[in-house]
């Protein structure tokens, strides 16, 4: 047999072959004109039509053929129109007028005639007297037979007649519902929305249209029908019935759906880099729309500090519930507490689908509960009790790594999952992944930047006698990250101590390293005992030389960085301020009220070539000095100035104790989640009176040296520091002797009792001495070295008039 189908037949598959009849290609008359009106082709039904054979007429001007004027003009004036239809008169071979309906289509052609690169296809219909059906009756078949949902009503809203497909979609006979009204034939209140439009139909007369939602009889998925209803008139005009068209749109609305639960996946999934609070959006996104109960289980290791690169999952395999949602309150289907980790069989859906790194649809039958039953039985359980019947399975990957698994299920919905709902899971899946890897990537590198951030802090802060601390930092909210802001407490010479507080502008780890290089730089730069304001030029210069070797990728100098340096004196009982763009400290006085302490404000640091500028104010032992970055004052929404006003109330309202009164700022000044990272760092003054201090003019002269040992020795036995006598004699004879030698007078000997003792000899001359080895038969150059092998440490600072050398050794235990 051949494969090819006979002419004259049909090829539908499963019926038997029917001859059709053939074409009469005779029943429509063809002409073809060219540009310039020339007739270049003729059909046997034009021929027919106005009896000239082809020959007669092509190659003429079409014109002859007309009886009268040419219709609307010629067809060469229509320029620009690609189709035209009138009427033409047209004079028959045997002299008859023919009056035809003529259709013209212009036809552009590759290449043109004389510039002319068109044509004209006319044509007209050739009347033929031969029988034809019924037109009522073809009328009554068309709609029976028609592929539309269709039906007839009378002006009374009663069924006259339902073709083919409305009997099936209604599951009812044309005779079953011939007489009955749709409200009647549909109990749903769609039926009496649509015979309300029905009744405007037939009183206005005027089309109306109506989307429905109907649960049919039969059919366990809910149709959507775009439903049209038209008037029937009759020729005077008069409405004598409504006609009834449906379509099934149940295809493009559930479409529709899929595209807007995606879109509205696209805007709630993701709005936080909070990854359980991700995962939750997503199962809130899909429960209801397209699941009964959503879970999300990821791998454990994921939420350690590593990157899962597993190729294979093992099985079964063990996942950490992050989130589940239901429809019924509570989620009474869940069976894994949040956050716990539980192991899944190798034959459930989510080991099965992390195996396969596919998506996979599984339906709940009697076999699959009763192997769950003897692997899971509390699963098993909650199965039968809800009704669980189909589960739909995603694994969650992002950028190449599988980070854990997405389970759909249904009870309460009929349908189980289809296809359309696994490509739907699936890209929510896939948008909740991605979300959720970048919520795992920034909480690694927040965490690393904390990490980092903490170890460039002061673990602790050190001991010393000048002022009693208490410190607190807070990082900003999660959503804004690490940032750079410091403080430090640095013992100095003399028993004094620095105060810094500094910030690094900006977030990260690239703000945190800048910060850990300040504070480093700050610290190097106070153990040379330079003043605040020498200090932060120092540190200004420093700032630009980063930049400029890093050529302006530091992150200092772009994004900023301020600094505010305090060294407290705790004999003199003075403090030197100096800050560099930084916000001003708070001063609170014995018995005062806290106020701003005024400085001179400085640019901030890496602007270079400006000045900074000190004071120095006298603190009252007892004085609470208040140093902070601008995150404890400045907040979203709120004037810096009501910040500032909100710090001196708490601290005017504090009690004595440092770390209540770090609380209670914290409590009354900061908003619940900062915008910004803050430190804060409080000092109360202390004072060391004359009982601890002594001090001496030192005529110069090498006799000198001899009454000075013996006033020393007479001091440590005032301070019962007799056993001290002999080191601190070496000491001072040394550093006496070097003043007399090489330094100017005047030359003053001070000894400080405080945790250590402290010898302090001060000259005139800006030259520092410096250590270094004698050789074996040089007769001096020991004298410092022996210093160094005798004291904790030494070393020299630079006064406005001179220099001070220091030297701190132990004081002997009790």
């Known amino acids: ?19 059709v009849p053939p074409l009469d290609e005779a029943a429509t008359a063809r002409a073809v004109v060219d540009a310039h009106g020339t007739v270049t082709g003729w059909s046997e039904g034009a021929q027919r039509l106005v009896g000239h054979p082809a020959s007669a007429v092509i190659g003429r001007p079409a014109a002859v053929l007309l009886a009268g004027d040419p219709p609307t003009g010629t067809l060469r004036s229509l320029d620009g129109v690609q189709r035209w239809n009138g009427t033409a008169t047209l004079r028959h071979r045997d002299g008859r007028i023919l009056p035809v309906t003529l259709l013209a289509h212009r036809r552009d052609l590759d290449s043109g005639v004389d510039g002319e690169a068109h044509e004209w296809l006319l044509v007209a219909p050739v009347s033929r007297d031969q029988p034809q059906p019924d037109e009522d009756v073809l009328i009554g078949w068309s709609l029976i037979q028609s592929p539309c949902t269709m039906a007839l009503y009378d002006t009374g809203l009663r069924l006259l007649r339902a073709n083919a497909d409305m009997e099936r979609v209604m599951g009812l006979s044309e005779a079953e519902m011939r007489g009955l009204r749709v409200s009647e034939i549909v109990l749903d209140p769609q039926g009496e929305r649509t015979e309300e439009l029905m009744r405007r139909v037939v009183a206005t007369g005027e089309q109306q249209h109506l989307q429905a939602a109907l649960q049919l009889a039969g059919d366990a998925h809910e149709s959507v029908w775009s439903v049209s209803l038209a008037p029937v008139r009759d020729p ?50 899909a429960v209801g729309e397209l699941a009964d109960f959503v879970t999300v289980d990821l791998l454990p290791d994921i939420d350690d500090d590593q990157e899962p690169r597993a190729t294979t999952m093992p099985r079964p395999v063990e996942l950490r519930r992050v989130a589940n949602q239901s429809v019924l309150p509570g989620c009474p289907e869940a069976v894994v507490p949040l956050g716990s980790v539980a192991v899944y069989p190798r034959s459930s859906p989510a080991a099965e689908c992390l195996a396969s790194g596919q998506p996979l649809i599984q339906q709940v039958t009697p076999t699959v509960v009763d192997r769950w039953a003897s692997q899971a039985p509390d699963r098993a359980e909650r199965m039968q009790r809800f009704g669980f019947h189909s589960v739909l399975a995603v694994p969650m990957r992002a950028r190449g790594v599988t980070l854990g698994v997405a389970t759909f299920s249904r009870h309460r919905r009929p349908e189980p999952f289809e296809q359309d709902d696994l490509l739907l899971a699936r890209e929510i899946t896939a948008r909740a992944a991605l979300s959720i890897d970048n919520a795992r990537r920034y909480t690694r590198e927040r965490d690393t930047s904390l990490t980092l951030q903490s170890s460039l802090l002061p ?67 106070a153990d040379v005992d330079l003043s605040p304001d020498e200090l932060l030029t120092h540190l200004d210069d420093l700032v630009n030389r980063l930049s400029a070797e890093n050529d302006d990728t530091s992150g200092i100098a772009d994004i900023g960085a301020t600094c505010l340096y305090a060294v407290y004196d705790p004999v003199s009982r003075r403090c030197t301020l100096a800050r560099a763009g930084h916000p001003e400290p708070v001063l609170l006085r014995p018995g005062g009220a806290a106020r701003v302490l005024e ?110 040992r013996d006033r020393v020795n007479r001091q440590l036995e005032q301070w019962g520091l007799a056993e001290a006598a002999f080191v601190t004699e070496l000491v001072v004879s040394e550093l006496v002797t070097n003043a007399i ?65 220091w030297a701190e050794h132990a004081l002997p235990a009790d």
């Open 1 to 19: 047999m051949s494969d090819m189908t006979p002419p004259g037949t049909t090829g539908d598959e499963g019926a038997a072959l029917r001859p």
């Open 599 to 708: 400085l001179p404000a400085g640019p901030p640091l890496g602007l270079g070539g400006l000045p900074f500028e000190a004071v120095e104010v006298e603190l009252p032992p007892g004085s609470l000095l208040v140093l902070h970055t601008d995150g404890l004052i400045e907040a979203r929404g709120r004037d810096i100035d009501d910040g500032i006003g909100l710090l001196l109330r708490a601290l005017d309202r504090s009690g004595p104790a440092l770390e209540d009164i770090c609380d209670a700022v914290v409590r009354d000044v900061l908003p619940t989640r900062p915008d910004d990272d803050v430190a804060l760092l409080m000092a109360r003054t202390r004072a060391l009176d004359s009982a601890h201090v002594a001090s001496w003019d030192v005529p110069p002269h090498p006799s000198a040296v001899a009454d000075i």
């Open 459 to 525: 673990q602790r802060l050190p001991r010393q006698s000048a002022v009693e601390v208490a410190s607190r930092y807070l990082p900003a909210d999660a959503q804004v990250g690490v940032g750079g802001d410091w403080f430090d407490v640095i013992p100095l010479s003399g028993a004094r101590v620095a105060l810094v507080v500094g910030d690094v502008v900006g977030h990260g780890i690239q703000a945190s390293a800048s910060m850990g290089r300040l504070r480093t730089a700050v610290r190097t730069l």
């Open 741 to 805: 030698r090489y330094g100017e007078p005047p030359i003053q000997l001070r000894l400080i009792l405080d945790r250590n003792l402290i010898c302090e000899v001060s000259d005139a001359s800006s030259t520092a001495p410096h250590m270094r080895r004698a050789r074996v038969y040089d007769e001096g150059g020991r004298g410092l070295l022996l210093v160094a092998q005798l004291c904790q440490r030494w070393g020299t600072r630079h006064t406005y008039r001179g220099k001070t050398i």
């Open 236 to 285: 005077r005009g008069t409405v004598r019935g409504v006609l009834l068209s449906a379509h099934d749109m149940t295809d493009q609305h559930r479409a529709r759906q899929r595209l807007a639960l995606v879109a509205e996946a696209g805007v709630r999934i993701g709005t936080t880099l909070d990854l359980a609070r991700t995962a939750r959006e997503m199962a809130d996104v």
